[in-house]
């Protein structure tokens, strides 16, 4: 068989096709791209956290609790404290610990480093991160946790301050 210019392009073009067409059955996604892919698609339904109230003075947040028969959720931390920041990710997002939060406690936040914060730290003698009080309107604390604790644990401590 002689091998004309027509030929010698047809097998060329052809080894060319068959080339491109094995290249794009291997180059399908790994199982961890699909995932990656269907949660772009579909992101993940948005948690709700804990609703803070900051860099609200001391008293006024005394009075709402007053007001609205409820105790003080305070949440004392550190912009540098990893467990901090942690329980912030993890369990003030958590579902069931949100919503009875945001339901039964008046929720605040406080960093230890403003004058307030420092002036709070002192008052109630917190010296590790996290440190979670439960205060009543009158300012008494009813409950202390130091460090951090999952969801489970705040739920659980949540429901022995003020139980449904």
Known sequence: M???KNTSFLILLLGIVCTVYACGLTMKPSPKEQAQ???QA??????APIQFIENAPFDSIRMLAAKEGKIIFADFHADWCKPCKEMEQK???DPAVANYFN?????YKIN???PLGKQLKSQYRVYDY?????????????LTSIGYIDAPML??????????
């Open 2 to 4: 002689k091998c004309t």
């Open 37 to 39: 892919k269907t949660e």
């Open 42 to 47: 579909s992101p993940k339904q948005a948690v």
């Open 91 to 93: 369990v003030f997002t």
């Open 103 to 107: 339901k039964h406690f008046i929720n």
């Open 112 to 114: 230890i480093k403003t």
């Open 130 to 142: 996290p440190s979670l009080l439960f205060i009543d309107a009158t300012g008494e604390t009813q």
């Open 155 to 164: 739920l659980e401590f949540g429901k022995d301050v003020n139980p449904l």
